[in-house]
């Protein structure tokens, strides 16, 4: 299909700040490298016919109704939010997870369980050091897992990670990804790559909720400048109408308006249509309104049998998520893909440029609308 | 080597031209001998150390140029025969001291300065011609034109030198300093003569202890009687001659090298009864009234000399001169556009110009004929590019410089300078030197991009010497940095040898040109001591090099030293075995296919590897590699194995 290679990539994606720094090029290729922040090309690669590089990235040609059929049997667009089992609250039950967590731990809670179950034998993760600044790692048991819970809000190249992974050795692997990550994944799984970690490896997908992230490289620099990052505990945004990112340290919390971080959001974030990482096996965000629990929306049958038995075996606390919230989730998610869809129009200057996305006519004039 | 020091005189011995020059260097009594290892003269002292101890002379390896010459005055004014050797460019490098040693003159000990031309460049960063450099320093200079001559000239000159009280010049070339020739032998004296530093005034040769109540103007005027003294002799010195034609058609001018071309010509052309060849061995003062005397022969003249027009221009300046109405000569050469100045000449090229003088048609060799050579020699040679060796550390060291730069991503660069690690302009370096001049300049470059940060520099600077090119030049540069606060990194590329030369003993080495060991120089407790951050890194570790060289990247602070150290795999594999076995593990290796697309044979280079095209696999060539292991790392699919040998 594609007849590119590094240098497009170079020149189309990460030349014109469209890079999501998903790590998806890098890894097991000798050419790419990320390095605070950037993906580099070290030496000129001389692939272009089915360059993996171009043709998994996230930011290239990804064919949404074709994916959405091939991993759901559902054309893409149909909700707002994804193809959907089962939409639901849940929070883990282990009170020690809940205190390290974001929100209400179910993602740990999740894989902890996978692990111990043997549906996988490790979990690609972000990892944030000691220094603060996020780092792709590969958990293979429950301390692990609790090291990587909480978030830095900052772009993280897991995939590359992933990448690495020798086919032999880990069998079977969970993700935690980004929606722009998840989508690099099933553009593998939907056309799985040579010579990396066979995609069949991959057996749970647990994807994340995002409205943008923030570059790994500026703003590190900033929280580096403004403050002692050895004792940061947590950072949050706390839902609107807040406005704040906060820092929490073991006795205090500091707070930053929120505009003055959003200057440091990835420039990629405002072309992304996904808000809830729709081809995951499960999405996890947090609930707005409802402290200390997470949103949890179940796609695949893997997902289903994941939760089945976190349920079985008392891992999570599951409800039932209040209609209001399922509806103003909806509302955000579809504001994200108009923003999006607009975004890309507005700066390539033309409507045709949305072929990239093999969305449906009808949905791209639902979106532009 | 050959035995430069057998006393047999009258016997013939094969010596390159460089152990011509050794030998009649002993042959005239020689005490002392000092010279930095340039290419095409460092045989000259090499061939000299390895005899020294026995036969009771002194010879070093100095640090440079500059310190080998003034060595060598040193022991002239203490009354011992001297000699100093370098190539093109330590001439440039001494001739702050030359213009002012000529104004002092030298001692009683005779004193020669050997100066190798490399036309061509063939292992040099710079074509020169340093005849002219005899000329503005006011130094007698002359070219031997065989092996023979290099011997009997340069005993010659010990005399001329030590009785002019001046110091003297040879000049010398690529091939007759490294063709071999039949050399007949002269005796070597047997006493040694003592050293002692006069400290009486002696008009003949102004002492530098007295140098200071003459005024400067009459020591000029004295040098300028001793160059007339030098002429004199020159009118009848016996290297220079003619031979050919009471009134030849065409008389060539010509001397060294170009000498023997001359003669191949004519004899190829077979125009022995109408073309002369004057041949000049006295270049510099001119033996004006021999050239006139040979010149008026003819009513044509063509210079044969390479790069400049040396003697061309000295000639024609001199005809410049003749009365108003006398006879000149038509005068072919550079000027007129039948010698080149530049490049080496050859046999043909001299043919050419010949033939286009007399107006005859000459096709050397038929067309067929010199393309079937061609292809005849390049079936005798691998094909690849100029390149490191196999298990050279400085592959590795570019490696990560490469993707250290690369990586930080502020379009960083390199500084090169001269030594092996020159081949870092090309693919051999991953062309990441940008640029290369002199020894010690690119240090001295990074010195001025490191000051640039108020016009908005922010790209960083590597600059990269070698272990010797960093005692030889290097030091001031970095004290500089460190004193002016300039941003950049100095990589001391440390493979304990003057590699490119032939692994020439350095202050780094612990041994000196004598066999001797020595204290070494250590290169980190210099610089340390200078207050430069140091780090001292194995460049076969290419992560823990490349995270280094990033983290100095972004420190603050005037200049920084990275040293590199890892022996030169040439000097290693004379003493160690192999550290590993490597072999490629083909179902591992992925060729041509995306993750990989051929990075060992394809970017890294290393001749070790090669590229089997038929099994779509790399493949280790087993001759040829050393067993460094380092491609292990740079493999994306870990295809390549090394077991510990």
């Keep these: 299909m594609t007849s590119k290679g590094c240098k497009e990539l170079i020149s189309e994606v990460i030349d014109t700040k469209l890079c999501a720094l998903c790590g998806a090029c890098t890894g097991n290729c000798p050419y790419l490298a990320y390095y605070k922040g950037r993906i580099t090309l070290l030496d000129n690669c001389s692939k272009t016919d089915e360059a993996q590089c171009y043709k998994y990235c996230p930011r290239t040609y990804i064919d949404m109704n074709g994916i959405s059929q091939k991993l759901f049997g559902t054309s893409y667009g149909e909700n707002e939010i994804g193809t959907v089992k089962d939409v639901l609250m849940a929070r883990a039950a282990d009170v020690s997870i809940r205190e390290k967590a974001q929100y209400g731990g179910t993602v740990t809670a999740l894989l902890s369980l996978a692990l111990v179950e043997g549906l996988i034998q490790g979990a690609v993760l972000t990892k944030t050091s000691s220094d603060k600044s996020p780092a792709p790692f590969l958990a293979q048991n429950a301390d692990d897992l609790l090291q990587c819970a909480g978030s830095s809000y900052m772009a993280c190249p897991v995939l590359g990670r992933l990448n690495q992974i020798d086919k032999i050795d880990c069998s079977k692997l969970g993700i935690v990804a980004m929606p722009c990550q998840v989508l690099s994944i099933a553009k593998m799984k939907a056309e799985p790559p040579q010579n990396r970690v066979s995609i069949g490896n991959v057996k749970l997908v647990i994807g994340l909720f995002c409205t943008w992230a923030l570059s790994p490289d500026k703003f590190y620099q900033f929280l580096k400048e403004n403050l002692e990052l050895a004792n940061v505990r947590k950072f949050d945004i706390p839902p609107p109408p807040a406005n704040r990112f906060d820092v929490y340290t073991a006795s205090d919390r500091s707070s930053f308006p929120l505009e003055q971080i959003r200057q440091f959001t990835m420039p990629t974030c405002a072309y992304c249509l996904d808000m809830t990482s729709e081809f995951a096996d499960v999405s996890v965000g947090s609930v707005e309104g409802i402290e200390g629990w997470n949103t949890v929306i179940v796609r695949t049958d893997a997902g289903s049998d994941l939760m089945e038995r976190a349920k079985k075996k008392g891992s999570l606390q599951i409800d039932k998520l209040p209609a209001p919230n399922l509806e103003h989730l909806k509302e955000a998610a579809l504001l994200k893909k108009k923003r999006a869809l607009n975004e890309i129009v507005k700066r390539s200057g033309d409507k045709k440029n949305l072929l990239y996305l093999g969305l449906s006519p009808q949905l791209t004039k639902k979106l532009l609308a | ?645």
């Excluded at chain 2, 001494?94 to 050997?114: E, I, P, Q, R, Y």
């Excluded at chain 2, 048609?361 to 020699?377: G, L, N, V």
């Excluded at chain 2, 890194?537 to 060289?549: E, M």
């Design chain 2, 1 to 645: 080597m050959a035995n430069i020091e057998i006393d047999a005189p009258g016997t013939s011995q094969l010596l390159i031209g460089n152990e011509a020059i050794a030998r009649g260097a002993l042959e005239a009594g020689i005490g002392f001998a000092a010279a930095y290892p340039g290419t095409p003269s460092s045989e000259i002292l090499g061939s000299l150390a390895q005899v020294a101890k026995k036969i009771g002379i002194y010879a070093e390896w100095s640090i440079n140029e500059m310190v080998a010459i003034e060595a060598a005055a040193g022991a002239s004014f203490a009354g011992i025969r001297a000699l100093a050797a370098m190539k093109q460019n330590g001439v440039n490098v001494v001739s702050d001291f030359l213009a002012n040693l000529v104004m002092t003159g030298t001692g009683k000990g005779g004193l020669v300065l050997v100066s190798c031309d490399d036309p061509s460049a063939i292992s040099s960063s710079n074509e020169q011609d340093t005849r002219p450099a005899a000329k503005w320093l006011d130094i007698p200079l002359v070219e031997p034109g065989d092996f023979q001559e290099a011997k009997d000239m340069t005993k010659w000159l010990f005399d001329l030198a030590e009785e002019m009280g001046t110091i003297c010049m040879l000049r010398s070339v690529t091939r007759i300093a490294h063709a071999r020739g039949n050399v007949r032998l002269g005796e070597l004296p047997n006493k040694p003569r003592k050293a002692h530093f006069e400290q009486v005034h002696d008009l003949r040769n102004v002492m530098p202890t007295t140098f200071i109540p003459i005024p400067s103007p009459f020591r000029h005027l004295l040098l300028h009687i001793k160059l007339d003294k030098a002429r004199e002799k020159f009118e009848s010195s016996p290297f220079n001659r003619y031979v050919g034609p009471d009134k030849p058609e065409l008389m060539i001018i010509t001397s060294g090298s170009c000498w023997l071309y001359s003669q191949d010509a004519v004899e190829a052309l077979k125009l022995k009864d109408r073309v002369g060849i004057l041949k000049l061995g006295t270049l510099w003062p001119l033996p004006e009234r021999f050239v006139i005397e040979h010149m008026s022969k003819s009513d044509k003249v063509l210079f044969v000399e390479e790069i400049d027009p040396f003697i061309e221009g000295n000639v024609v300046e001199l005809a410049g001169n003749f009365p108003p109405n006398a006879a000149r000569p038509v005068f072919y050469g550079k000027r007129s556009g039948q010698i080149n100045a530049y490049g080496e000449l050859n046999p043909d090229m001299v043919i050419k110009a010949i033939a286009n003088i007399l107006g005859l048609t000459y096709q050397p060799r038929d067309i067929d004929y010199s393309k079937k050579a061609e292809a005849a020699a390049k079936s005798n040679v691998p094909d690849r590019t100029m390149t490191f060796c196999a298990g050279c550390p400085h592959r590795a060291t570019f490696w990560s410089i490469k993707n250290a730069l690369k990586l930080d991503g502020r379009d960083g660069f390199v500084t090169g300078d001269i030594g092996c690690y020159s081949m870092a302009l090309g693919p051999a370096g991953f062309f990441q030197v940008r640029t290369m001049h002199c020894m010690g300049g690119g240090a001295g470059v990074a010195n001025g991009l490191g000051k640039l940060g108020q016009f908005g520099f922010d790209q960083p600077v590597i600059a990269v010497v070698g272990d010797s090119t960093f005692y030889h030049a290097t030091i001031p540069a970095l004290i500089n940095g460190i004193y002016n606060q300039s941003k950049f990194i100095l990589v001391i590329l440390d493979n304990s040898a003057t590699a490119m030369t032939g692994f020439q003993p350095h202050p780094g080495t612990g041994i000196t040109a004598m066999g001797e060991p020595t204290k070494v120089v250590s290169m980190e407790a210099l610089c340390r001591s200078l207050g430069a951050h140091v780090e001292v890194c194995d460049p076969f570790d290419l992560k823990a090099t490349t995270n280094t060289l990033l983290k100095m990247m972004t420190e603050d602070g005037g200049a920084k030293v990275a040293i590199m150290r890892r022996s030169c795999e040439l000097v290693r594999i004379k003493k160690e075995k192999p550290p590993y076995k490597v072999h490629i593990d083909i179902d591992k290796c992925i060729g041509e296919a995306c993750g990989c697309d051929r990075l060992c044979t394809r970017i890294f280079l290393c001749p070790g590897l090669v590229w089997d095209k038929k099994a779509g696999k790399s493949k280790i060539d087993e001759v040829i590699c050393s067993g460094c292991g380092v491609c292990v790392d740079i493999c994306p699919q870990g295809a390549i194995i090394r077991e510990a040998a």
